[in-house]
């Protein structure tokens, strides 16, 4: 089992920064597949950003220049930092991590972009 618990969202004006936090209950030394995902409302939920245990980082193509995904593997936790926000990242965001052939989501965190 791994609780993930997310955390840092806010409102903010557009053209702000937030980072968000994923606090994870076990070691996620070894977890390879760390995810960001968010859900605005009305919509789908989407795939944002990805970080493998190697470090290697992926985004999707909206995202990519203004988010960057870190994860801090002695403090369990990943990292998403947004900057130049904008009111369509409104939306709530999830952290994700694949582990033992589960994936394991967080209770996600509500980030609102003023114009």
């Known amino acids: 089992q791994v609780q993930l618990v997310e955390s840092g969202g806010g409102l903010v004006q557009a053209g702000g920064s937030l980072r968000l936090s994923c606090a994870a209950s076990?070691?996620?030394?070894?977890?390879?597949?760390m995810y960001w995902y968010r859900q605005a409302p009305g919509k789908q939920r989407e795939w944002a950003a990805r970080i493998t245990s190697g470090g290697s980082t992926y985004y999707a193509d909206s995202l990519k220049g203004r988010f960057s995904i870190s994860r801090d593997n002695a403090k369990n936790t990943m990292y998403l930092q947004m900057n130049s926000l904008k009111p369509e990242d409104t939306a709530v965001y999830y952290c994700?991590?694949?582990?033992?052939?589960?994936?394991?989501w967080g209770q996600g965190t509500q980030v609102t972009v003023t114009s």
């Open positions: 994700a991590a694949d582990k033992m052939g589960s994936r394991y």
């Open positions: 076990v070691s996620i030394f070894s977890i390879n597949g």
